[in-house]
């Protein structure tokens, strides 16, 4: 059997309580993980030694081990830190000199069984306890945390494996509210370097019925994020089962991650994928890449006479058939592009927005440091942390680069010097309006009314490049300010992320017209359909609603014809003309997208 794909790699993450429960046999373990790779191809098993409180006993551990290693499969330790399994995880208290030596004498016993070591993404701190509000003083919980969780990868788990394995490499695993971390202690400017390699937490699970309320983009943006702190040092990427009620949702998030290049994917975890069903309830829409692949495809080979699923029915199946179908074309891929968007460390304001940004066909890179070479870069509130950021944007805008900011970030810089570039401010008004105006007399209309924030500025000074109509008032969506070499624009963000979902597509393409200027494709689309591009000039688009949509791909003249690069199909493109000076730049190629479905295609010079 072919035990590997060929662009990436799987691994599947056993947990301690099913460690704990084989006891001295673990001949049921043995069958029941070669039947699951029947359906999914796993190179690689996580086995955790700890979480809630329970650790196997160490000959389970090296009975497992063992097996795994006999059969050419890849091994590694894991480590929860928990106390409690339930819904509100209870941490370890890192000011408790109990806790402090039980976790060493974990790492010490997982480091002397297996020569890497991952941290599951609970090794952070929320213990208010007597001890650790002593201990924190007068600093506040978000710098005392930081300095308590460093001290404590340092002196609790890096020390210790170290010493006892000098072979080991251990990686940290970050979860998917990268925007809170520092208020728990995860510390993504001085952890990382100090670790082997880190980990992502790529699961969004379901946007509206969880409530962390993640966009599906984030599957791909948070590796990004995280692989640009640590370049090469991101091992792959996490995915679980929960909380997806379609295997639409759940095939997404394993597809983003590879789009991100993750060369790993996690399946979280033994006991779910092996046990978890499909439903017939579940059937949806799933298109895979939206032509030949359908959710009978999976289903499948797993029918019984009756028609009805038989017991490998399981989730593993639907991973090894969404990996089955990105193992096509991932090692034809690039390395990823997109709007380059600067997040400081430690940094709050406008949270997740960009994942919504993601959501309306603009691909983001997000990045820790604040990328100079970048010809248009993107700045949301959370950009106020750098102390220095109105003389870095000045200086991108006298070097000729634009600059967008949005509405939290003009409303936090306007009295703290903004006005040297643009006198504009963003009012305590708000305005509702379903009408949006783009140059003198073209009006489109959103699905539905929007909250948005009133900006005040000085007429003729700047312009509204799209106006919010609210009857015979406006404010505007997208505005411009001339500076030095360049232009200052300014995105007005509603106060409901989702209504940038409402946005007419006509209003949709203005704004990505700006934002992405430079970029060798663009789409003409409603929102929550995605753009993936790559540096050698292939580009994946993805559609997460859930009915069929057409779209056009709008591609720089220099490329005259774009290819479907899994069915090879050449379409027919036809030359755009600019509607403000009638001059032909770009091709525009219509595409039709499938339900939760996504085609790849190469821009070509044929």
């Known amino acids: 059997m072919n035990n590997t794909y060929q662009n990436f ?43 809630g409180l329970v650790i196997p006993a160490e000959a389970t551990l090296v009975a497992v081990r063992d097996y795994l290693v006999s059969r050419g499969t890849q091994v590694a330790g894991g480590i929860t830190v928990t106390i409690a399994n339930a819904w509100h995880f209870n941490t370890y208290c890192y000011s408790n000199p109990e806790y402090r030596q039980k976790l060493k004498d974990i790492v010490i016993l997982t480091a002397r069984l297996f020569d890497e070591v991952i941290f599951d993404d609970f090794f952070f701190t929320n213990c208010k306890c007597p001890l650790c509000i002593a201990a924190k003083g007068d600093k506040s919980w978000t710098e005392f945390r930081l300095e308590q969780m460093t001290q404590a990868s340092r002196e609790l788990v890096l020390a210790p494996a170290r010493a006892t ?10 979860p998917n509210w990268y925007e809170h971390f520092q208020g728990l202690g995860f510390n993504l400017k001085d952890q990382p370097p100090l670790y082997d390699g880190i980990y992502t937490g790529t699961e969004t699970r379901d946007a509206t019925l969880n409530p ?6 984030e599957s791909y943006l948070v590796y990004r994020y995280f692989e640009n702190i640590k370049p090469g040092g991101n091992r792959g990427g996490w995915v679980d089962p929960f909380n997806s009620p379609t295997l639409d949702r759940y095939a997404e998030q394993l597809w983003l991650t590879l789009f991100a290049k993750a060369p790993e994917v996690t399946l979280f975890d033994y006991h779910s994928i092996d046990q978890m069903r499909i439903q017939e309830s579940q059937r949806g829409a799933w298109q895979g890449q939206g032509t030949s692949f359908s959710f009978d495809a999976v289903t499948a080979p797993v029918r019984q006479q009756d ?32 709007v380059k968007a600067y997040k400081p460390y430690h940094s709050t304001g406008e949270d997740f927005l960009h994942n919504f940004l993601g959501m309306l066909g603009i691909p983001i890179e997000l990045l820790p440091e604040f990328p100079t070479e970048a010809p248009v870069m993107l700045l949301t509130e959370c950009a106020k942390f750098d102390p220095d950021i109105l003389t870095k944007i000045k200086g991108q805008l006298m070097a000729g680069k634009a600059v967008v900011i949005t509405s939290g970030l003009l409303r936090a810089l306007q009295d703290k010097g903004l006005g040297d570039i643009v006198e504009m401010e963003c009012t305590d008004r708000k305005q509702t309006g379903h009408e949006f105006l783009i140059g003198w007399n073209r009006v489109y209309s959103a699905s539905r009314p929007i909250l948005v924030p009133i900006l005040h500025y000085l007429t003729n000074d700047s312009w509204e490049e799209i106006t919010c109509l609210g009857g015979t008032t406006g404010t505007p969506l997208l505005h411009s300010a001339a500076y030095g070499y360049s232009k200052l624009y300014v995105l007005t963000i509603p106060d409901n992320f989702d209504d940038l979902y409402a946005l007419p597509p006509e209003v949709l393409n203005r704004i990505r017209e700006v934002v992405m200027c430079g970029l060798f494709v663009r789409l003409e689309a409603p929102s929550q359909v995605a753009l993936f591009l790559y540096d050698n000039d292939t580009f994946i688009v993805e559609s997460f609603l859930d009915h069929s949509t057409d779209i056009r791909l709008v ?32 091709k525009g190629y219509a595409v039709t997208l499938k339900p939760h479905s996504f085609r790849v295609f190469k821009a070509g010079n044929q």
């Open 9 to 51: 790699q799987v691994a599947m993450y056993l947990r301690a309580s099913d460690v704990a429960a084989l006891g001295s046999d673990i001949t049921p373990f043995k069958e029941h993980f070669e039947t699951l790779c029947h359906s999914v191809k796993i190179n690689k098993v996580y086995v955790e030694t700890h979480r």
């Open 165 to 174: 394995n000098p072979k080991v490499k251990v990686v940290i695993k970050y």
């Open 212 to 217: 962390q309320h993640l966009q599906p983009y």
């Open 307 to 338: 028609g009805s699923l038989s017991s490998q029915a399981t989730i593993a199946l639907a991973a090894g058939a969404a990996f089955e179908i990105a193992d096509r074309f991932i090692g034809r891929l690039g390395n990823p592009l997109g």
């Open 555 to 586: 591609v720089d003249d220099f490329f005259p014809c774009v290819q479907d690069v899994l069915s090879g199909e050449m379409l027919a493109g036809k030359d755009l003309r600019d509607w403000r000076d009638q001059k032909t730049a770009k």
